[in-house]
């Protein structure tokens, strides 16, 4: 694997290839709740697609 700047010490090197996967799982963890809220939103949207017992049983009382 070729070296991500070359004038650059390993050791830099390192220290950036670890900043980098910190800032990854920060921005994974701060952004977390905004995916739930949103995964929930489309959980609840497909469920309301589907008509509830007690709506049914009052359009068609003659079905049950």
């Known amino acids: 694997m070729k070296r991500l700047f070359p004038s650059t010490s ?17 921005l994974i963890v701060v952004s977390t709740p905004f995916l739930f809220d949103l995964i929930g939103r489309g959980i609840d949207w497909i469920i309301g697609l589907f008509p509830h017992p007690d709506e049914v049983w009052r359009e068609y009382p003659w079905c049950f």
Do not use: D, M
């Open 10 to 26: 390993f050791r830099w090197q390192r220290l950036l290839l670890v900043v980098s996967w910190g800032a990854l799982i920060v």
